[in-house]
Every structure is written in structure tokens, then in C-alpha cells.
């Protein structure tokens, strides 16, 4: 459905060159979901803009549902559906005349436009909303809106440039229910940024990890932090003496790596190791028989965020707070 290589975008700023996208190769098969995670600034709109023909490339190429972007941008156009960042819809329509006309816009006969959008409104759970003005929808319904507008003409291919940015959790679950939907309807393939780890996690068959316009991991939520090694343990214990004594004995695991003493109000241990869940009853053994009384246990499974900091050094939280 989609095939980059060496996909390359740069800006001039003044007498500067800005590298926002730098020799990206992407694949994506027809059905998938595919979310493109990275902070702000590392390329991720630029990326989807060149595949959807709005910005083109420097250099390199894209072959989007199967047509070249470079060579035949309104084909690509007729094939795909974007959802932008800033909101579609018009201003002073009526929700449903707005998605009738986006439809007759694409060159729908009357009556199809009519039929689908119905369907969508029904889909997306926008009905009773239809004749209300854009402006007095609420945030969920209104991007849901977008979405639906972008799906007017059934296009295969779905973009979606960070489609939950600005809702509350309970529209963004909302919104991830109808997505899934739509997919099991249509078997529409999408490509979507984001920035909220726990959203490319959950939802996307598959990530790819891109910073400083460049796509440093490429695979499921899995496999991605499958590549981090060790899960985190941590334990705490009543005081900095027992601590040494306890980071004595996890250092003697044999994949135990990175153990430190976390020193504070609740002194404790942290370590990584493989299979953590696996160890911990041997680990628990050995500490019981030291005499070391543990006050809290935890084992925590390898995020996105640890993929991105063993691959940058640097936490995706940080930069988004
Ligand atoms: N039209 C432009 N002119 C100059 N520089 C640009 C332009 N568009 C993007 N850039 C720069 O290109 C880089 C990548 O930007 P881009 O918007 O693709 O990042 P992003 O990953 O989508 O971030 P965000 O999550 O903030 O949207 C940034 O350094 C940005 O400042």
C-alpha cells in the first residue's frame, strides 16, 4: 500500500537547511495500522505530508496506493483519505451537509453521497448530530467528523495526523472504538501519528519509532520492546544498610544488569533483568534467607518510552509532558 525509499525532505529557513525527514524507507501492507511515534519536531507531518502529496519530496520516492506521488499526485489523492491536524469541516455548516458535500466534492453522485453519509454518520455515532453546526460540536464529535470526511470516497488508505490530540481520555478511547470499527467494516489501512506512547502501544499493529527525520525502529509494540532488554525490578527494604546487602545479591543474578540502590524515603533496589516475573521467586528466596524483609515488590514490563531511551538516550516523556 504504501513503499518509501531514501524519502527525503528538506526546508530552507534563511541560509539554513533544515533535515526534517532524511532518507526514510517505509512498507506498509494493505489492512495494517501503522503508527508513526516520535517527539515533536522528528519528522513525523512532514513524512505524512509528502505521502499524502500536500509537501514534495526533496529527493527519493513513495509509491502510495500504487500510484507515484511525484507523478501522479491527484491519482494518489483520489485514493486516500487524510485527516489533518487542524479541523476540516467548515464552519457554519451543518454537520451532515458538510459531509454530503465533501462527498459530492469527490465527484459522488447524489445519491451515494446521500447513502454514505448516512452510513458514516451511523458509524461514528454522529446521527443525532447531524444537523447541528460544525462550531457546536464537541471535540470528540467533531474530529470524528473530520474523520468521517475523510472517508467519504472509501479510500483504501487512511491518514490520520495525530487524530487525538486535544481530546479527553474518555473521546480518545471513543475514538479508538470507532477506528477499530471503521478498519472491520472497510478493512481501511492506516497510517497515523502520534505522540502518546501508550496509543501507538494499544492501539497499532505497528510502530515505527522515527526521530530526527530518521525511522530508528520499525516493528510491533512487542518486538519493539522485546529488543530492550530486561524488565525493571525494583524492590524496597527498610534502610540503606539492607539495600547494599540486597543489590549484593540481585547482582548475582545471572542477566541481573544496571542494578543501583535508589536511596530516599523508600530506600530500595532497582535492577533490569530478563524475564523478571521468572526470576523474582528466586530472587525473593535468596533475599529471605539474607534475613532482608522486603516492603514493596514490582515488576514492570519494557515500555515504548524505554525502547526510545535505549535507542536515544532520551524519554519521550520528557519532551512530551
Ligand atoms: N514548512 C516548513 N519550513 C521549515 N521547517 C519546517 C517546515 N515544516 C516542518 N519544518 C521542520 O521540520 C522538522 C520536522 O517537523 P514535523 O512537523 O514533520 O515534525 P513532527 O514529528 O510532525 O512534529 P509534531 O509532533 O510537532 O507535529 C522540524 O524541525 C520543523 O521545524
Request: net charge negative; glycine share 10%.
Amino acid at each position: 500500500m504504501i513503499r518509501t525509499r531514501d524519502l527525503t525532505k528538506h526546508f530552507r529557513v534563511g541560509r539554513e537547511t533544515v533535515e526534517a525527514v532524511r532518507g526514510i524507507d517505509i512498507d506498509v501492507a494493505a489492512g495494517e495500522l501503522v503508527a508513526l511515534l516520535g517527539p515533536n519536531g522528528a519528522g513525523k507531518s512532514t513524512t505524512l505530508r509528502m505521502l499524502t502529496t500536500l509537501l514534495e519530496p526533496t529527493s527519493g520516492t513513495a509509491v502510495v496506493a500504487g500510484r507515484d506521488v511525484r507523478a501522479e499526485p491527484a491519482e494518489v489523492r483520489r485514493r486516500i483519505g487524510f485527516v489533518g491536524q487542524g479541523h476540516g469541516a467548515g464552519e457554519d455548516q451543518r454537520a451532515g451537509e458538510e459531509l454530503y458535500t465533501q462527498g459530492l466534492l469527490y465527484g459522488l453522485d447524489r445519491a451515494t453521497a446521500g447513502a454514505r453519509t448516512a452510513e458514516l454518520l451511523d458509524m461514528l455515532e454522529l446521527s443525532g448530530a447531524a444537523d447541528r453546526e460544525v462550531t457546536k460540536l464537541s471535540g470528540g464529535q467533531r474530529r470524528r467528523l473530520d474523520i468521517a470526511m475523510g472517508l467519504i470516497h472509501r479510500p483504501p488508505l487512511l491518514f490520520l495526523d495525530e487524530p487525538s490530540t486535544g481530546l479527553d481520555p474518555h473521546s480518545r478511547a471513543n475514538l479508538w472504538d470507532h477506528i477499530a470499527r471503521l478498519r472491520a467494516e472497510f478493512g481501511t489501512t492506516i497510517v497515523l501519528t502520534t505522540h502518546y506512547l501508550d496509543e501507538a502501544d494499544e492501539a497499532a499493529e505497528r510502530v515505527l519509532v522515527i526521530d530526527h527525520g530518521r525511522v530508528i525502529a520499525d516493528g510491533t509494540a512487542d518486538e519493539l520492546k522485546g529488543g530492550v532488554s530486561g524488565d525493571l525490578v525494583t524492590f524496597t527494604v527498610a534502610d540503606a544498610e539492607a539495600a547494599a546487602a540486597g543489590a549484593a545479591i540481585a547482582e548475582k543474578l545471572p542477566t541481573a544488569r544496571e542494578v543501583e540502590v535508589v536511596p530516599g524515603r523508600e530506600t530500595g533496589v532497582r535492577l533490569r533483568i530478563e524475564r523478571g516475573d521468572a526470576v523474582l521467586p528466586e530472587l525473593l528466596r535468596s533475599l529471605d534467607g539474607s534475613g532482608i524483609a522486603l516492603t514493596t515488590v514490582r515488576v514492570q514490563r519494557p515500555t515504548l518510552d524505554d525502547v526510545f531511551l535505549t535507542l536515544t538516550g532520551r524519554s519521550l516523556r520528557e519532551e512530551n509532558p
